[in-house]
């Protein structure tokens, strides 16, 4: 742990730094930039300020901010104008003007003042929409096709059982009418089960793919009698809509809307899953004219149905796509739409109806082809160099009607098949709609004439969490580590979730989702994808027992144990170490102590949390009960990994409580995490060999802290281990998370270092011996290909090998802590982030008998930096020697020199960026 250093106030109103005015950028509402639909009541608001460049020791006094109806109300605004705030918040802060009715929409600016008092000018102005507010508000209803009932497919009995049809083509549906008005404005809320496409007079619209996310849409009555039998008794069942502003689309005259609906996972026909019903849309289009009246078109039973050239469209079977069945112009004005049938009122779904506040899937890369290989019976190869999770784009390709192409896809789990039938009406263009494949390469069978090049791209779609961070070495090894593990996560974003695989199961999997949230917060912008998936686990929360399950939004596939549930204590508390949100820890506190509670059935009388939840036949289920997973070796014992996660849930609830001013619980669980530490050294400790035992047992002791009397012999064991290994880690997922972190922290960095560096079974360094692009599911090269989880333990390249990370007593990185650990033969490592206050990094060299380290604070944060002292023990920063005769106070370059420590001298800093070089 490191000490927070507190500077006092007088040191903060010092200001004999470079002058000059800080401006607020990047505006968010509920972490999104310009959201097209909010419903919390009083949304959050943020910004970044940003200094003149070399300047130093800035930061925010005040704040000031103002919403109105129209950019061009802001200068006197209707809604709110906050008045100057005396503060240094500038994250979440909660809208508190006037009541903001369904579909208004609020520009907003904010404008703030320095450490001079000297205010910004008034940032570009910035956006969101109120959504439907209340249900009674709704007056569409659900439709669908009619010739789709209500049930869907039925679950399959195993894993591997084959099909041969799989329903009708997908649904289009469409709706004409006139307006005659001169329109102000057309925003059209929306959503479709399992997933849609918004038209209007013949353009898709918006860029969004794969919507809406995937939630806990209605109840399944089935899901009791499961093999993994957890009751249909969740917290909560939410459908998400989406707003999207149509007015430059619509004319005066006739128009025509209309979508088209895929399966998704409202039906989606898979072992691993239970379905919930057939595809269904619901949309309601508010015009508002010039002269100050509304209209409403809405989804009824007056819309037209027909089927789509979409003839299979199964998220885990693929899609075929017949284009000789194009309707042209479908959901064009007047289209002649006689022969299609009358649209079917489908029933609703249980969910609430919440607003799409989280990121949709897009299109986020496009891939040329490395290679185009010819094989000897006419078929084609084309490589794409990484694999991704995706589909391939036909672009201006030709053959007779009729002729019929296979997409076979490469990854080492079957992904579904792509099938594509030729119009013959000239020049064709195709994507899939519905469904994503996992390759890094196609071979295509039956290709009609000559594949060029300028033919066929892949593209990679996931959730859009764009990467906020640059993580480089001068290890090529660890720098293709990082990469292979973020091209993973990228893959395994859909639906607003992380899956465990992108291919095989699919699934939202708690336990994988907390093992590797804290490598993707430093990695990725994760805000408003962890607010929705968090919430969603939330939501499958057993709210009479507390249980949450292995998988959310559950499906009844997702196998694991007591860490998987655990995940609704531990991402809430990275959430907030990371981003800083208090309001993460209050919206889930109770469901902490729920879980907590489930947890406490199974600790017996000696403090011991021993799981044995059994199945429909009486038995102890082994996917309730899972400790580790996939070691290279033996798992340590369940009980052992069941106790220290109970230790670790009842210790950050201790912590939540008090920050949430729980205090007397906050002792409570306290005393819980202390009892439950002590028997778990009592229990496993193995007194005679000085050991809590091998494939993270000492791991986890250490990361827990134990005795002083046992520490040099636990060390010791765990050293001996290692290189019994030949320098390897032997940990499952969960040990491996802490594995490379709790040597750094106990004077083994260089093993830590050592074991990173491999290139041999089991180690990240031999999956990019086998040619992996991604990361995989086990040491071997058995199990998926494309698995994200193992990712846990890279957060020790950027926090001890680069050296920066958050103050726990000050978090979301008001406070950091750049504390350098350089190891083996590394030269130099650079890592920086996009904090909530701006980006933050440090880069350090060894160059010519010194050691250089750059650093960057941003505007808003302050920073206490670890420089290694060398043999002359004389630390410079841009020339000038920081010594300990510096004193206390700041020098004239904004550096408060502290003590030095265990090899470091410990400086404190401001904002601005700094060059530091230690001889």
């Keep these: 742990m490191y000490k927070s250093i507190i500077v006092t106030t007088a040191f903060c109103l010092l200001t004999f730094f470079s002058s000059g005015k800080i401006n607020p950028t990047q505006l968010t509402c509920e972490y999104l930039t310009n959201p097209q639909v909010v419903d919390v009541i009083q949304p959050r608001l943020a910004w ?44 979440r802060i909660e809208y508190l003007g006037r009541p903001l009715p369904s579909g208004t929409e609020c520009w907003w600016q904010v ?15 910035a956006f969101w929409r109120m959504g439907i507010l209340n249900p009674s508000e709704w ?11 209500e049930e869907h497919f039925k679950k399959p009995a195993s894993p591997g059982q084959k099909f041969e049809e799989f329903g009708p083509p997908a649904p289009l549906l469409r709706k004409s009418f006139r307006t005659n008005k001169k329109i102000a404005q057309a925003v059209a809320f929306v959503t479709g089960l399992g997933y849609f496409e918004f038209y209007v007079n013949g353009t898709k619209v918006g860029n969004d793919v794969m919507v809406p996310n995937v939630t806990n849409y209605s109840k399944r009555p089935l899901l009791g009698q499961m093999y993994i039998n957890v009751e249909d008794n969740f917290q909560d069942y939410k459908v998400m809509y989406l707003a999207y502003d149509v007015t430059s689309l619509l004319k005066n005259g006739e128009n025509a809307i209309g979508a088209i609906l895929g399966n998704g996972f409202y039906n989606p026909r898979k072992y691993w899953c239970e379905g919930f019903g057939t595809t269904r849309f619901l949309g309601q289009l508010v015009i508002t004219y010039s002269d100050g009246t509304t209209e409403t078109v809405v989804s009824d039973d007056s819309w037209k149905a027909a089927k789509s050239p979409i003839l299979k469209n199964m998220v885990y079977y693929g899609e075929t796509y017949d284009a000789r069945l194009e309707q042209p112009g479908w959901c064009n004005a007047g289209f002649n739409d006689s022969g299609w049938e009358k649209a079917a009122l489908k029933k609703a779904p249980l969910g609430r109806l919440v607003a799409h506040t989280s990121p949709t899937d897009k299109v986020m890369e496009q891939l040329k082809p490395v290679s185009i290989k010819k094989l000897e019976n006419g078929n084609y190869f084309v490589d794409f160099g990484k694999e991704i999770s995706g589909w391939v784009r036909l672009v201006n390709v030709s053959a007779p009607s009729g002729h019929k192409i296979d997409l076979k896809f490469n990854a080492n789990e079957y992904s579904g098949d792509n099938t594509y039938i030729f119009s013959g009406k000239g020049k064709e263009n195709y994507a899939p709609r519905f469904n994503w494949f996992v390759f ?12 060029k090049p300028e033919n066929i791209l892949a593209e990679a779609v996931n959730t859009d969490v764009p990467e906020s961070a640059e993580f480089e070495t001068s290890s090529l090894l660890f720098n293709q580590i990082n990469e292979i593990w973020k091209r993973s996560q990228k893959d395994n974003m859909h639906g607003g ?14 336990g994988d989702g907390q093992v590797a949230c804290v490598t993707v917060m430093h990695n990725f912008d994760a805000k408003a994808f962890y607010q929705k998936w968090i919430t969603d686990m939330r939501d499958a929360q057993n709210p009479e027992t507390g249980y949450v399950p292995n998988g959310a939004p559950w499906q009844p ?39 907590i509670r489930y947890m406490q059935t199974w600790v017996d009388h000696e403090g011991i949390m021993f799981s044995k939840r059994t199945g429909n036949d009486g038995k102890i289920l082994k996917w309730f009960n899972l400790g580790d997973w996939v070691a290279p070796g033996q798992l340590p014992p369940d009980d052992m990994v069941h106790t220290f996660y109970f230790w670790r849930c009842a210790d950050i609830t201790a912590k939540v409580a008090k920050i949430t001013g729980h205090m007397e619980e906050s002792a409570d669980y306290a005393a819980m995490a202390e009892h439950t530490r002590q028997a778990f050294q009592k ?6 060999e000085g050991t809590y035992g091998k494939a993270g047992g000492n791991i986890f002791a250490l990361k827990m802290g134990v005795p002083a009397t046992q520490y040099d012999r636990v060390v010791k064991a765990l050293k001996e281990d290692i290189k019994a290994n030949k320098g390897h880690l032997d940990t499952g997922i969960f040990g491996t998370q802490f594995f490379f972190e709790v040597l750094a922290d106990n004077g083994m960095q260089n093993l830590a270092y050592e074991a990173m560096n491999k290139k041999d079974e089991p180690g990240y360094g031999h999956w990019i011996e086998l040619g992996s692009t991604t990361s995989r599911e086990q040491w071997s090269e058995e199990g998926s290909h494309n698995h994200p989880m193992f990712g846990g333990g890279l957060t020790w390249l950027y926090r001890k090998l680069a ?29 920086t982030n996009q904090t909530p206050y701006g980006k933050a990094g440090i880069s350090w060299r060894k160059q010519g008998g010194t050691f250089v380290i750059d650093i960057t604070v941003p505007v808003g944060s302050e920073a206490m930096v670890y420089v290694p002292l060398l043999k002359k023990r004389i630390v410079t920063e841009n020339g000038t020697e920081i010594s300990k005769d510096s004193g206390s106070q700041p020098s004239k370059t904004g550096i408060q020199m502290f003590q030095d420590e265990e090899g470091y001298r410990l400086l404190k800093l401001y904002s601005g960026d700094y060059h530091f070089v230690s001889n």
């Design 48 to 91: 970044i300020n940003e200094a003149g460049k070399g300047e130093r020791g800035q930061y925010q006094t005040a704040w000031q901010i103002r919403v109105a109806s129209s950019v061009k109300k802001l200068g006197q605004p209707d809604f709110w104008d906050s008045q100057k705030v005396s503060g240094s918040q500038s994250c």
């Design 111 to 125: 404008r703030v003042w320095d450490k001079n008092n000297i205010a910004s000018e008034w940032s570009e102005p």
């Design 139 to 149: 007056k569409a209803t659900w439709i669908g096709a009619p010739w789709e009932g």
């Design 440 to 451: 890094s390469g196609v071979k295509i069978v039956n290709w009609y004439g000559e594949l």
């Design 497 to 510: 979730l992380a899956s465990d695989c992108p291919h095989r199961e699919r699934s939202g999997y708690t």
């Design 557 to 595: 596939g997702c196998g694991g144990g007591v860490a998987w549930g655990a995940a609704i204590c531990i991402m809430p508390w990275e959430f907030y170490q990371h981003y800083g949100s208090k309001d993460m820890l209050t919206d889930n506190y109770e469901a902490m102590k729920g879980y």
């Design 683 to 688: 229990r496993f400790f193995n007194e005679t």
């Design 803 to 831: 050296g920066m990370q958050v103050d726990p007593e000050n978090p979301g990185y008001r406070n950091i802590i750049f504390k350098p650990m350089p190891a083996g033969g590394l030269t130099w490592a650079k890592y």
